[in-house]
């Protein structure tokens, strides 16, 4: 009768480390799985949600002006993205106007006219020491020249319009921060 017994605990014993090894076997299947469904969703990350990401990590905001990325190589007919970031940085609510222009002034410069657009037209409103991003979209027509073009952005302030004559007008004294420059390579 004991070798019967010994048996029994030891068949008792097998079933249980068997039971043991498959729950511990099904846990490491699940957390592979898991593993690689999160693997996954960082590969669905597109490179576009990534550089807007980084984008908004280069413009610090606590600089009056900056520009996350300001070169970037846009295809004819095709629309590039850029982002100014401006931080108010009176002490007062201030009403300021965000101006375009293309720098044709160099003669390597290319000369075919750019499309541009400000989100709410160039105007923003911002209170005091409060840091907003604006998006600026610049559009390169069908038949523009191969090269480097240069757009200066400018700032001014306590006005609803200006253009780079108002800017850089010493009696209007209307500037905020410095010239800040996009660059838009064509190929």
């Known amino acids: 009768m004991i070798k019967s017994r010994k048996g029994i605990e030891l068949s008792i014993n097998f079933i249980v480390i068997l039971i043991l090894s498959i729950v511990i076997f099904g846990f490491g299947i699940v957390f592979l799985r898991n593993m690689m469904i999160e693997v996954d969703k960082i590969r669905d990350i597109t490179e576009e949600d990534f550089n807007h990401h980084i984008e908004n990590i280069l413009c610090d905001s606590s600089e009056m002006l900056c520009i996350g990325t300001n070169k970037k190589e846009i295809r004819r007919n095709k629309v590039g993205f850029f982002t100014l970031g401006i931080r108010n940085t009176y ?14 002034s160099e003669d390597e410069f290319p000369k075919t006219d750019l499309e541009f657009m400000i989100s709410n037209d160039g105007n923003v409103n911002l209170n005091a020491n409060e840091h907003k991003q604006i998006g600026i979209a610049i559009g390169v027509p069908g038949g523009a020249e191969k090269g480097t073009y240069v757009i200066n952005v400018f700032v001014c302030r306590d006005v609803s319009y200006c253009d780079i004559d108002d800017y850089k007008d010493p009696d209007q004294n209307i500037k905020y921060g410095k010239i800040k420059k996009i660059y838009v390579v064509v190929n």
């Not at 002490?91 to 044709?104: A, C, P, R, V, W």
């Open 91 to 104: 002490t007062e609510n201030k009403n300021f106007y965000i101006g375009l222009e293309q720098d044709k």
